[in-house]
């Protein structure tokens, strides 16, 4: 198990972090962001951007939680997670689309993707143990290592 945790924190710590800092920097700068494009014909829709941002974090953890079930071949577990979360969407979004509209289907699409993460987390601990070591303790030695290789590298 520690040499998974290992393979899995030193893969998945840059691309984790990042996706953090982009979905961060994209809900934080949704406004002006739409603005610059849009105009503001579509500035209402900053709000849907605000939300849909942090599915690019929630999808990095999801990329994780699938790593972790094949290497441990927990291949079902990928399935269950994701027919879960499949159904959520759809419940979701036809109650929140009613009162909310756009922004009842991003934050329905959102919630099902973390609702269906958070049930997986509630089931396999290891995996559990796994993302709170790459969030805390995170390992960025093949992000070093490559950078490394690039600086000696002569063009």
Do not use: H
């Not at 900053?46 to 079930?69: H, P």
């Amino acid at each position: 198990r520690r040499g998974l945790t290992s393979i899995l924190n030193k893969t998945n710590s840059p691309s984790i972090y990042i996706s953090l800092f982009v979905s961060i920097s994209i809900s934080l700068l949704a406004r002006p962001i739409t603005k610059i494009l849009y105009g503001n014909t579509y500035a209402e829709s900053a709000y849907v951007l605000t939300i849909i941002a942090y599915i690019v974090f929630v999808g990095c953890v999801a990329k994780i939680q699938s790593q972790y079930c094949l290497l441990v071949n927990k291949n079902m577990s990928i399935f269950y997670r994701q027919i879960i979360t499949l159904l959520l969407n759809i419940v979701l979004d036809t109650l929140l689309i009613q009162q909310l509209g756009l922004i009842g289907a991003a934050l329905g699409t959102l919630l099902s993707l973390l609702i269906g993460l958070a049930i997986y987390c509630m089931t396999d601990k290891s995996f559990t143990r796994i993302l709170v070591n790459i969030l805390t303790k995170p390992d960025f030695y093949y992000l070093k290592l490559a950078s490394s290789k690039l600086s000696t590298r002569s063009w």
